[in-house]
């Protein structure tokens, strides 16, 4: 095995697109040898292969991924944490514009359709650092490209009679599922949601990192969803993290909760591993209540 060289400073849009490998790997979302593909990585992000080929070569660097020649890239065993690439352009990073970005939707200062012109008028970075960061925001399911020219913000929950309904349709969804005679785990898929969130909080202390709670979080929940075998369960789950992605990026979630959300899952895993559906049908109850009361 070797490492490909990187010649050149990389480009934001590279580094946009390491950091989002990196959080992926190291939250155990993308599984110790899975192969990836510059083909397949461009098509998930929406770019062309060339910053792809540069991001591969960027996490290859942090030793998270293996290159085997004539075969391409698969993610090692060496998944302990690495920090952020540093992508920072002109004073402001990716990280500053994706969460003032993220802010400012969630307080209502960005209309629901914007071109990369409004963008780049409101705030002031390169054009480079602007899309790789709508690309970041992309792949979250923050904003999604329109046919032709611009961007789409997905509607959000942000009233309290919204939110309220959405709790209750997901208690009735998510707990209804796990008791579904269709529902069946994924031992693997548990077993590494297991694994992901248990390393999550011995990180706690040193990461804070919001959107890597954010995505093992929307994760878990999707994935308890598939196992209904039951695609509008899953539809349905996919659609209330789609709506709850902008709203939950600003709030709720400060450490003490986000570490209390990962104990409450990793109990509902504990007891779908003991096979025991019901205790974790009414752990998810709580699970949601609680997140609900919290908002």
């Not at 998270?64 to 075969?71: G, R, S």
């Not at 994924?186 to 992901?196: P, T, V």
């Not at 709203?247 to 979630?253: A, F, G, N, S, V």
């Amino acid at each position: 095995m070797s490492k490909p060289k990187h010649p050149g400073r990389p480009s934001p849009l590279q580094l946009d697109l390491a950091n989002r490998l990196i959080q992926q790997i190291t939250t155990g979302e993308l599984a110790v040898g899975t192969h990836l593909t510059e083909e397949g990585l461009a098509s998930k992000f929406d770019v062309s292969r060339t910053p792809v080929k540069a991001a591969l070569r960027l996490v290859a660097a942090q030793d998270l991924l293996d290159y085997h020649v004539n075969n391409g890239y698969f993610v090692c065993a060496n998944t302990t944490s690495k920090p952020a690439l540093d992508n920072s352009v002109t004073g402001i990073s990716g990280d500053d514009l994706y969460r003032q970005l993220i802010s400012d939707r969630a307080h209502n200062l960005l209309p629901d359709t914007m071109t990369e012109t409004h963008f780049l008028e409101r705030y002031s970075v390169s054009r480079s650092l602007l899309r790789g960061t709508l690309v970041r925001m992309a792949a979250e399911g923050l904003i999604e490209k329109r046919r032709g020219q611009g961007w789409n913000f997905p509607a959000i929950v942000n009233t309290s009679e919204l939110t309220q309904e959405s709790y209750q349709f997901r208690t009735l969804v998510e707990c209804g599922g796990l008791l579904d005679s269709s529902f069946k785990i994924d031992a693997g898929q548990l077993r590494n949601s297991r694994l992901a969130h248990e390393k999550l909080l011995q990180q706690a202390e040193v990461d804070d990192s919001l959107s890597t709670f954010f995505s093992l979080n929307a994760a878990f929940h999707e994935m308890l969803a598939r196992f209904s075998n039951n695609r509008f369960v899953l539809q349905a789950m996919q659609q209330q993290n789609q709506l709850r992605r902008l709203d939950e990026q600003i709030t709720r979630y400060h450490g003490r909760r986000r570490i209390d959300a990962c104990k409450e899952h990793l109990q509902i895993i504990e007891a779908l591993e003991n096979g025991n559906r019901e205790w974790a049908s009414a752990l998810m109850r709580h699970h949601l209540a609680t997140a609900r009361d919290m908002k």
